[in-house]
C-alpha cells in the first residue's frame, strides 16, 4: 500500500515524498488507519520494521489539522534511551517540516545547558515531547511541566522498558496524565508484564501483531551442547588465538551477567557489563567504550537486543538459550548487519535443550552442533525430552558432543 492511499493529509504526504517514502511498511499499513480513528493500540513489531512512522505520521496528522490547544504540550512519546529518544526526534523533524508541529527531546546528560533547553521547551508547551522516564520525571518534580492537555500517549519499546526497571516510572508519569487520551504501546515481545501494562493504561486497544521475521541469511549460527559448567571453558577455548573486535554475550539476568562478565575479565579479555542496575550515564559510557572498541566483550542481559545501533558487531554468544523464538531473533540479529558477515553461537545446557529445539522448530532448521572441546570432558547428548516425545526419536540431531575436534574460533567459523 502506498502513503497517498492513507487518509494523511497533503503537508503530510509532501513532506514523505520530500524524504523518498512511497510505499508502506506492513506496521504502518495495519497501524496508521487505527490511530487516525482515535482507537487505543498495541503495535507488536522488531526494530527496523518501521513502526516509529506507523505512530509519528497519524499522531502529526492529527496535531496539524489545528484540533488541539496551541502552547501546550498535545502528546507524549516514552523512550528507553537517549539514543533512541534522538532517533525519534529525527525522524519527527523529518516528517513534520512542512507543517507547524513543534517537538522536544527530553533526556539525560551532564549538560546544564541541555536541562534549559528541555526546560524552555516544555514550559512552552512543544506538540510533541519525547522523553526517557527518568528525565521526563525529574522535570515534573520541579512543578513547571504540564501534562493535563495530552491527547497522545505513546510507549516505543515497552518491553524494553520494563527489562530497564521503568515500571515504577511509567505509572508515575500516567498519573500526571488526563484519563481521556489516545495511548499507543509498541513493543518487541508480549510478555506477561507488558500485557498487564496495557490493561492498566490503555482502553479496549486494538493489537496489530508482525510474525516475527526470521534471522537473516547470511548468520552463521551454530551451538554447543554441553554442561553449565562447561559454557566458561568453551569461551576460553574460542579465544585462545584471537578476539573479535566486537563480541555480544548475553546472558538470561542480571546476575549471570555480572558473574559472567567477572569470569572473563580474570582470563584477562577486555570486558564490559550492561544490565539494569547500572545508571542511564554508566550505560552510556559503556556503549561509547565498546563503540570505540576500547572494550571488545559486551557482556549484556537483553536490554542491548533491541536499538543497539552498531553494525559492525562480529559474533553473539548465547551464554544461556533465550526464552523464546523472538528472544532469540532480536539477539542474533545483532550481526551480521550492514551487509557484514556474521556469527551466533549458542550454549545449550541439559535443561535448555527442550527451548533450543523450539527455537530450531520456529526456524525450520537443525542449527550446527560443534564438538565441545575434548579437554574440557565428555558432554551432554542432544536429545530434548519434549522433541523425542512427540516424534518418537531424537529428531537427527542427537551426538555426543565430547569428542575431538573443537579447535580456536576461526577454524570453525564457516561451518554451518
Not at 64 to 91: F, H
Request: proline share 4%; with cysteine.
Amino acid at each position: 500500500m502506498k502513503f497517498s492511499e492513507l487518509q494523511l493529509n497533503d503537508k503530510v504526504l509532501e513532506a514523505l515524498d520530500a524524504m523518498r517514502f512511497d510505499e508502506c511498511t506492513p506496521i504502518q499499513e495495519q497501524a496508521i488507519p487505527v490511530i487516525l480513528e482515535g482507537k487505543d493500540l498495541i503495535g507488536v513489531a522488531q526494530t527496523g520494521t518501521g513502526k516509529t512512522a506507523a505512530y509519528l505520521l497519524p499522531i502529526i496528522n492529527e496535531l496539524s489539522e489545528g484540533k488541539y490547544p496551541e502552547d501546550a504540550i498535545n502528546c507524549v512519546i516514552m523512550s528507553p534511551t537517549r539514543e533512541l529518544a534522538q532517533q525519534i526526534d529525527q525522524q519527527m523533524e523529518g516528517f513534520s517540516y512542512f507543517l507547524p508541529v513543534s517537538s522536544v527531546a527530553v533526556y539525560g546528560g551532564n549538560d546544564g545547558s541541555l536541562f534549559e533547553q528541555q526546560k524552555k521547551g516544555l514550559t512552552l508547551g512543544a506538540d510533541v515531547v519525547i522523553a526517557t522516564p527518568g528525565r521526563l520525571i525529574a522535570h515534573l518534580s520541579l512543578g513547571y511541566v504540564d501534562l493535563s492537555k495530552v491527547s497522545f500517549f505513546i510507549l516505543d519499546e515497552a518491553d524494553r522498558m520494563l527489562d530497564m526497571g521503568f515500571h515504577d516510572d511509567i505509572m508515575q508519569i500516567v498519573k500526571f496524565l488526563p484519563k481521556e487520551r489516545q495511548t499507543i504501546m509498541f513493543s518487541a515481545t508480549m510478555p506477561s508484564k507488558i500485557q498487564q501494562l496495557a490493561s492498566h493504561i490503555l482502553n479496549n486497544p486494538v493489537e496489530v501483531k508482525l510474525a516475527v521475521s526470521k534471522p537473516a541469511e547470511k548468520i552463521v549460527q551454530a551451538a554447543y551442547v554441553c554442561y553449565e559448567n562447561q559454557k566458561l571453558g568453551i569461551i576460553r577455548n574460542l579465544f585462545t588465538d584471537e578476539v573479535p573486535e566486537r563480541v555480544i554475550v548475553f546472558a538470561s539476568s542480571k546476575i549471570k551477567v555480572k558473574e559472567v562478565a567477572k569470569a572473563l575479565k580474570m582470563m584477562k579479555l577486555n570486558v564490559g557489563e550492561m544490565h539494569s542496575d547500572l545508571e542511564q550515564s554508566q550505560r552510556e559510557a559503556v556503549m561509547y567504550e565498546f563503540k570505540a572498541g576500547r572494550v571488545n566483550i559486551l557482556v549484556a542481559t537483553d536490554i542491548v537486543a533491541r536499538g543497539i545501533d552498531i553494525d559492525d558487531i562480529r559474533l553473539v554468544i548465547n551464554y544461556d538459550v533465550p526464552h523464546d523464538n523472538e528472544d532469540y531473533v532480536h539477539r542474533i540479529g545483532r550481526t551480521a548487519r550492514a551487509n557484514n558477515d556474521g556469527v551466533a553461537i549458542t550454549f545449550v545446557s541439559e535443561k535448555e535443550q527442550s527451548n533450543f529445539k523450539n527455537i530450531e522448530r520456529f526456524l525450520d532448521k537443525d542449527i550446527y552442533k560443534i564438538p565441545v572441546p575434548a579437554e574440557l570432558g565428555e558432554a551432554p547428548e542432544y536429545n530434548p525430552r519434549s522433541f523425542s516425545k512427540r516424534n518418537g526419536g531424537n529428531g537427527g540431531g542427537s551426538q555426543k558432543s565430547g569428542r575431538k575436534g573443537g579447535g580456536g574460533f576461526q577454524r570453525r567459523k564457516g561451518k554451518r
